[in-house]
């Protein structure tokens, strides 16, 4: 009687396997999706997010959850995006969840550690903290996962991105406290973390594919780290500008 369950258990998984499947391939064969959704099922993924979110947004600032709120958000939505296009965002990666909460997980973390340091060197006796700006260049790819990384860095504390040079993924950085080689260290750590976590939660080589929208020439995304800058504050570096507080 076992045996005739387990068996039973697993012609019905087969059989909805099976016609899951050839939904699937029907689909794909006999339904265009609408040029203005995107051009493959990754910037399709991206405009559906959208809709959801201007549909949230708009049932948020009623305040109430109902159908009509939801259906009139949702129609909204769609005549934002089809009548006022925002310029195409390249989709060239994949995401994965785990990489991106423990990234999160290590905001939070900076967050509240740069923080107390910021509040200490703001009461602490004796001279202000020496500020700087630093040069780093960076090997992200695409300008989406770009703007991210350099939200993150605003994000948190003692750290500031002033200037973004696009070709040659270039950063311009003003720094809280360079006093010491350590501190400096410290921060070419951090950004050296911040790229790495960044491209293995988005853009890993093994995924990525340039998109037909991207627009910048190859040569800008392959970024050697004989190519970095690792100056540090007081040398002669010019990618270290030191800024007196």
Do not use: C
């Amino acid at each position: 009687m076992k045996a005739r369950i387990i068996t039973a258990w697993r012609v019905s998984l087969l059989f909805i396997f099976w016609h899951v499947v050839s939904g699937y391939v029907w689909l794909r064969e006999h339904v265009r999706i609408p040029r203005w959704l995107g051009s493959d099922s990754r910037e399709v993924a991206v405009r559906l997010w959208t809709l959801a979110f201007l549909t949230f947004v708009w049932v948020l600032l009623w305040g109430t959850i109902s159908w009509a709120n939801i259906l009139g958000g949702l129609v909204l939505a769609v005549a934002i995006v089809t009548l006022l296009p925002l310029p195409r965002v390249p989709v060239e990666g994949r995401i994965h969840p785990l990489t991106v909460l423990l990234l999160v997980f290590r905001l939070i973390v900076d967050f509240f550690v740069s923080s107390a340091q910021v509040a200490w060197a703001a009461i602490r006796p004796g001279k202000p903290p020496l500020g700087a700006v630093v040069r780093v260049r960076v090997a992200i790819k695409s300008d989406l996962v770009l703007t991210l990384a350099v939200d993150y860095l605003n994000l948190v504390p003692g750290t500031m991105v002033l200037e973004i040079d696009h070709r040659r993924r270039m950063l311009y950085i003003h720094v809280f406290d360079v006093r010491s080689e350590k501190r400096v260290r410290a921060f070419y750590k951090q950004v050296a973390f911040v790229e790495r976590s960044f491209i293995k939660a988005f853009e890993r080589d093994s995924e990525w594919h340039p998109s037909p929208y991207h627009g910048i020439d190859e040569e800008y995304h392959r970024v050697r780290r004989s190519d970095r800058t690792h100056g540090v504050a007081g040398a002669t570096d010019p990618a270290v500008e030191e800024l007196e507080r």
